[in-house]
């Protein structure tokens, strides 16, 4: 079983736990965990370090940012059951006046352990590391962590505030707490420099080096791309161009576009990450169960065979940056985005049905051109007989409270079924794969959900470095589109890159900040207008609210517990004060 340690704290008192083979593992004085003797050596490095880490997978656990992003986009559709009203993110409305605040509390629970680690680590206390590698591994991913959430928080919370786009409070001094907002040139300052600490100072370990999760050089050389690249799109009124594009440094200074195609192409050429090839082979449909009788039809026909997660006894040579999940910790994520509500299939398992696909996403060829192997290697219609899934899909769920339904699911994130052996007690005789990886876990029903997020894929970081424009740019375009299984291209394009951004990276939560920074949000809703959904087995039309997209301008709203804590000094993002912000639909 992946092993990894976790750390939850209140504040600096940390009571630990330990995932293994064996279970809990024995600890020793770890229940009053102070400033007073805790950061001393690098062992309570590691588990603050670990600490951050929990902050993010809790965030990502509780509607994380990868199921509201591919919510939000044109690819997805709310989805769920019938009173869950998760179909108020697709239309930037709330259930509640803190819907969010798991997320907003989560990412500031991050940072504040993060700003302790770097300043125990900077002022000397922590002592006796055993080589200057280790103390600059540990600090870089602090500092990762640190603009990982920074770059989270503003992509959901940073709109804007009387029409001027604004940033989230920073804080970077655990001993302080500033309320008030910062300007998005100062938030992405911070993120950029921490980014830059990260690529100037940790250590050049392949990806296999250090063990699973652990952000690395290469992961910050990718995520400076992702935000430099947002940061100068269209959610903040750029343009993007390569010959004039730069980002502020909090030290003062900029980074160029020319920097940061350096970094992309040293993470490409160095970090040992390269493409999986078949496509079909990074989803865990493509696992091989025990009883081949009840291999996935549609793995068996395409010889796919899945590469595993790391941790876990697999090889993923695309997880750039990845959460790890224990049967401790499960990934909830998963189990949201499953492919049917509260179905049982093989190979697809129980979940909330969250996500439904647009039908778009498979009918035309927006998404997939004319021939591309990934759109069934994406997207289960459930009308297709091929696909052998089993038994016949139950329209409505078998509640029948399915609402916006489709008929189309996303395939890559999703609990997986295999057929349970006679006398196991697994309902419908099918149990999760992960009872084969692992007879000594627990069966459960639902919830053995533990497959690995990734958050940065190796795909990405080409398809960013030929947008970058690095001279390696068609080499990057069609490494990409090589798993197609169609011509390559001739020549880089916009569009070309465009294309290959929708079709490799459908519902991995990158398409919505896409949209974003592409400025085409409100065009690519129109096309989802009048589509056909079914809302509990009543057969109806999907209708986006183009108009709370422009009163948001595509941002959530900051808890309103947070801004009542902050006696009104934490300013609201707009259109998220009237009474049209409230979801009534279901």
């Known amino acids: 079983m992946k092993e990894i340690t976790i750390y939850l704290s209140v504040i600096m008192t940390f009571t630990i736990l330990s995932g293994c083979k064996k279970g809990f593992l024995s600890t020793q004085d770890l229940t009053d965990k102070t400033n007073a003797n805790f950061y001393k050596t690098p062992d309570d490095a590691q588990q603050a370090l670990a600490a951050i880490y929990s902050s993010l997978k809790q965030v ?151 063990e699973p999760g652990h952000a690395t050089k290469w992961a910050a050389e990718a995520l400076m791309a992702r935000v430099f690249l947002f940061y100068n799109g269209q959610a903040y009124g750029r343009t993007y161009s390569s010959g004039s594009a730069t980002m502020p440094l909090a030290e003062g200074g900029t980074i160029t576009n020319a920097q940061v195609v350096n970094w992309v192409d040293d993470c490409i050429s160095n970090s040992g990450y390269h493409v999986v090839k078949p496509f079909g082979n990074l989803w865990p449909y493509s696992y091989q169960p025990q009883d081949k009788d009840y291999l996935y039809p549609y793995a068996q026909r395409n010889h796919l065979e899945w590469v595993g997660d790391d941790g876990d006894g697999g090889n993923n040579p695309e997880a750039v940056f990845e959460l790890i999940y224990t049967s401790l910790e499960q990934n909830r994520t998963e189990g949201d985005l499953s492919a049917a509500r509260q179905g049982n299939y093989l190979p697809w398992g129980f979940g909330n049905g969250v996500g439904t696909a647009s039908p778009t996403t498979f009918l035309t060829n927006k998404w997939f051109a004319l021939g591309d192997i990934r759109r069934k290697a994406t997207i289960w219609d459930v009308r297709d007989s091929t696909e052998g899934v089993q038994p016949d899909y139950v329209w409505g769920s078998f509640s029948q409270d399915l609402w916006e339904e489709t008929g189309y699911w996303q395939k890559k994130i999703t609990p997986i079924n295999v057929a349970a052996p006679p006398g196991s007690g697994a309902q419908n005789n099918m149990w999760s794969y992960i009872m084969e990886l692992h007879p ?147």
């Open 440 to 586: 000594d876990a627990p069966y459960q029903f639902w919830g053995d959900d533990f497959l690995n997020l990734i958050l940065i894929r190796f795909s990405d970081v080409l398809l960013m470095g030929a947008e970058l424009g690095s001279p390696n740019a068609l080499t990057y375009l069609n490494e990409v589109h090589e798993t197609s299984g169609l011509p390559p291209y001739g020549g880089v394009t916009e569009e070309a890159i465009r294309q290959e951004r929708r079709a490799d990276l459908a519902f991995e939560g990158v398409r919505y900040w896409d949209e974003l920074r592409y400025g085409t949000m409100i065009s690519d809703l129109q096309a989802e207008s009048g589509v056909t959904i079914w809302n509990a087995t009543v057969k109806t039309t999907y209708a986006p609210n183009i108009q709370r997209f422009n009163e948001t301008k595509g941002f959530l709203p900051i808890p309103e517990d947070q801004g009542t804590l902050s006696k009104g000094v934490l300013e609201q993002n707009d259109g998220w004060t009237g009474g049209d912000m409230v979801y009534t639909g279901n």
């Open 60 to 210: 990502e656990n509780d509607h994380g940012l990868l199921e509201i992003s591919n919510i939000m986009s044109d690819e997805c559709f709310g989805g769920g059951g019938q009173h869950d009203n998760v179909a108020a993110i697709d239309q930037w409305q709330e259930s509640g006046l803190n819907m969010y605040e798991g997320s907003w509390s989560g990412y500031y629970q991050g940072i504040f352990r993060a700003n302790n680690l770097i300043k125990y680590i900077d002022n000397g206390q922590i002592k006796d590391w055993q080589s200057a590698d280790q103390k600059n591994q540990i600090d870089g991913e602090a500092h990762f962590l640190r603009a990982m959430d920074y770059f989270d928080l503003m992509r959901m919370f940073g709109g804007p505030v009387n029409g001027k786009m604004m940033g989230v409070p920073l804080n970077l001094d655990p001993d302080e707490t500033i309320q008030i907002r910062a300007s998005v040139d100062s938030i992405y300052a911070q993120i950029a420099s921490d980014l830059k600490f990260c690529i100037d100072n940790m250590p050049s370990v392949g990806y296999h080096e250090l």
